[in-house]
């Protein structure tokens, strides 16, 4: 049986968040896919030929970036149409995986595979409400005890 392609809206904070999804090129790249991230030099030169729209930042507890990226997210959720909104964090993710289930996407957290000191501020509050929560590391089941370990996403 063939696989369906999927309509991904794939969702990161800049650096790292945003290098993490891009490991899991090998799945996403089989399936119709935008990117949010912020407009940053690393993230134009890593997704160069790759359909993206720009996040509002700093999200380290902004009332004001948080409010921007909730219109947005209503904005790219009802234009895009995503079947799977997929993201690695940080707090843009917030609004897209919150609004995913408006639009009738199945919303994907992915939390970063070094917290297993403590859970992320984002993972803590998406838990709750996304359709799966996926772990990278065991020692990461202790803070999310419903969550699915996969393993390292490298």
């Keep these: 049986m063939t696989e369906r392609p999927l309509k991904l809206l794939l969702v990161a904070s800049g650096g790292g968040h945003l290098q993490q999804l891009l490991w899991l090129r090998p799945w996403w790249s089989r399936h119709e896919r935008c990117f949010v991230t912020f407009d940053a ?13 720009a996040g509002h930042g700093p999200t380290n507890r902004s009332v004001s970036a948080a409010a921007r990226n909730a219109v947005l997210a209503r904005r790219v959720l009802r234009r895009e149409r995503p079947d799977v909104v997929v993201s690695t964090g940080a707090g843009i993710a917030l609004p897209f995986l919150l609004g995913a289930r408006s639009v ?47 393993g390292p996403i490298r």
């Design 41 to 53: 030099p690393e993230a134009r030169a890593w997704l160069d030929g790759e359909r993206w729209v």
């Design 104 to 150: 009738g996407a199945v919303a994907v957290w992915i939390e970063t595979w070094d917290r297993v000191s403590a859970p992320s501020l984002t993972g803590r509050l998406v838990g709750p409400w996304v359709d799966a929560f996926v772990v990278q590391r065991r020692e990461q089941l202790h803070f999310h005890p419903r969550a699915v370990c996969l």
